[in-house]
């Protein structure tokens, strides 16, 4: 297993040497700035290209914030809490006690306490203090089941399918075929009137916060009688033939509770692709985009996918330097959008470390489905 050990060094220094020898000792591999730059501010591209090779986090909140890099006017360490959240991946939070938070720091330390369902925390004053923490939590971590759990529906819920509305004005810039998932929380009595009009204030934060849109990509929130949404738009292509990657265009909260998102599926010339090895990385992404709103917060959710369009939709290899030259598409009629119909429910853990797998089932079901499969 590998742990990435993210915090700032100054005030910190004891505690990471301690914790490289202990988790190097305890048969895992630990993954620090100081083992791959020897700058004395860690490139941010570094550390985030590191954070995505490991199986873990682990967080440790000193006196000091860090260097502040100019793109996103945060430090690393509130980079990495960002990449890591939206990636699902489990956090281990350490909190020093007795000094005093800069106030970079402070605040950092309150967005970690406010997004930090799913999150262990834990405090500590000394290294000899922190190491048996570590451990005990490194050895649960290694130990333990599969975090994902399927159960049987009596009945499926009403999920409302965003593809029967059509592209509804998003700004896809032409492109009819999109995919959507949604995921509906079991046992939730939905929002009042009230609680969803919160919710679609803070959205848009939510949405940044996650990091999957830059600062200076503008988002447009809407509303309707049945649902908050907002929409993010899409990226323009240099010319007609521009081979385009998947990209989330919308996030739509449901007065029931449903959470669906809707994005591009990757594109060429062609049109537009169902990749067996693009699609289930791309559903992946957009479960734990959905997780990392940190709105569902029940124990048992329903997911279900869906691909509009299926007749201007192929299957094929997305390759994002060149267009195909041929395709396949269906050769007669014109076939309904494609949609799983769930039958199970699954654990939360689908928006987080279990996203792979969930994925992997939502995008092969599709494929299956579309009607030039063999």
Excluded at 20 to 42: M, Y
Excluded at 93 to 110: A, C, G, M, S, W
Excluded at 250 to 272: C, F, N, V, W
């Amino acid at each position: 297993m590998r742990i990435f050990i993210s915090s700032a060094r100054k005030g910190l220094e004891e505690e990471r040497g301690a914790l490289d020898g202990l988790i190097r000792a305890l048969g895992h591999t630990p993954v620090r700035f100081e083992d791959f730059s020897a700058q004395t501010t860690p490139s941010r591209e570094a550390c985030l290209r590191a954070l995505e090779t490991a199986d873990a986090c682990l967080f440790l909140l000193g006196p000091n914030y860090g260097h502040v890099f100019p793109e996103t006017g945060q430090s690393a360490t509130h980079d990495e809490w960002v990449a890591a959240q939206a990636a699902g991946m489990p956090r281990l939070v350490y909190r020093k006690l007795d000094v005093t938070f800069e106030p970079n720091q402070h605040e950092f330390v309150r967005v970690v306490e406010a997004y930090a369902t799913g999150v262990f925390r834990d405090s500590f004053r000394t290294a000899a203090d922190l190491l048996p923490k570590v451990t005990e939590k490194i050895l649960e971590l290694a130990s333990a089941p599969s975090p994902l759990a399927f159960a049987k529906l009596d009945q499926p819920p009403a999920l409302h399918w965003t593809l029967d509305d059509g592209p509804g004005g998003l700004q896809t810039a032409g492109v009819a075929t999109l995919l959507e998932l949604h995921v509906m929380p079991l046992g939730s009595a939905g929002y009042s009137v009230r609680e969803l009009e919160a919710f679609g204030h803070s959205l848009p934060g939510r949405v940044r916060a996650t990091g999957i849109v830059g600062n200076d990509v503008p988002l447009s929130p809407s509303r309707s009688q049945n649902h908050m949404a907002v929409a993010v738009p899409a990226s323009r292509p240099h010319s007609w033939d521009t081979p385009r990657p998947g990209q989330l265009v919308e996030i739509r909260l449901y007065k029931t509770g449903q959470l669906s998102a809707r994005a591009m599926l990757p594109r060429d010339s062609m049109g537009s692709i169902l990749d067996p090895n693009a699609l289930p990385k791309q559903i992946a992404e957009l479960l734990k985009f959905i997780g990392a709103l940190n709105i569902i917060t029940q124990d048992r959710i329903v997911v279900a996918a869906g691909v509009s369009e299926p007749a201007t939709t192929s299957i094929g290899t997305f390759d994002p330097h060149r267009s195909r030259r041929t395709a396949s598409f269906p050769l007669f009629g014109n076939p309904s959008a494609l949609r799983t119909e769930p039958d199970e429910s699954v654990t939360l853990a689908a928006l987080q470390a279990g996203a792979e797998e969930v994925a992997g089932h939502l995008a092969q079901a599709l494929i299956a489905h579309h009607p030039s499969a063999a």
